[in-house]
């Protein structure tokens, strides 16, 4: 399918601001049943793309394992941060994503002056700046950049957790729904990789005493369900 392919029009509106260094944010586990939630990081500069960068979700996996070394040796710099199962279980997904993001924003080698987050939900908050961008990871490089880094980095840390858990083809799922990963967890029940206060339990009344549920304060004391 074409598409168009991302530019800097967003880092020069923000470097016009004041804001030199400009940082990418994408993430990519928000809605998977296991496995961690993780947000690639990317600064980028002005400099033109790879061909074919944007955003991961229209890249095939061979197209985004070959164009993540790429990335590496070309972006200024970047950095990774994730929030695992159970910290998404005990603080819920949107604070869960604010801590992988803080953490891959503290793992840079140099504090950006100006985040652009993909998305119309600014889930980051102070004291960073932050420009949501719709859309961001096709429309942003920086973005795209991240969204690629992130998408192989995570993917290849569900797949290396396939010949442990062969039953439920994380190889090609990354953790995400589907009729294998439902069929394993009817069987099998979750791992210690699942997310356990996610609804996917409701629907498997056998291992509904594993669920998770967080406090309504949203603190992080959890309790099983019986």
């Known amino acids: 399918m074409p598409y168009q392919p991302p530019t800097h029009s967003v880092e020069r509106s923000l470097r016009r601001t004041g804001a030199t260094l400009v940082v990418g944010l994408d993430e990519v586990g ?16 002005q ?11 229209l ?21 990774l941060g994730e929030a695992s199962a159970l910290e998404c279980d005990e603080l819920g997904m949107t604070a869960a994503l604010r801590l992988a993001a803080t953490r891959a924003l503290e793992a840079l080698p140099v504090r950006p002056d100006a985040v652009i987050l993909d998305g119309k939900h600014n889930y980051l ?10 859309k961001g990871d096709q429309s942003c490089v920086c973005v795209a950049a991240a969204s690629v880094l992130a998408k192989v980095h ?3 840390q569900m797949a290396e957790l396939a010949p442990e858990f062969p039953a439920f083809g994380f190889e090609d ?18 791992t210690e990789h699942h997310r356990l206060s996610w609804s996917y339990l409701d629907a498997l009344p056998q291992w509904s005493h594993l669920k998770r549920f967080r406090e309504p304060d949203g603190g992080e ?3 099983l369900g019986f």
């Open 30 to 45: 928000r809605g998977a049943w296991a496995g961690p939630v993780t947000v690639g990081a990317a600064i980028t500069g």
């Open 47 to 57: 400099r033109r793309p790879p061909e074919g960068l944007t955003d991961s979700k």
């Open 59 to 79: 890249l095939t996996p061979r197209r985004r394992e070959q164009l993540a070394p790429v990335l590496e040796d070309w972006v200024s710099a970047y950095a």
């Open 125 to 134: 908050g102070g004291p960073w700046r932050v420009r949501t961008v719709i």
């Open 154 to 156: 995570r993917d290849r």
């Open 173 to 190: 799922n990354a953790g995400y729904p589907s009729p294998v990963h439902r069929a394993a967890l009817e069987e099998f029940g979750p």
């Open 221 to 223: 004391q959890l309790t």
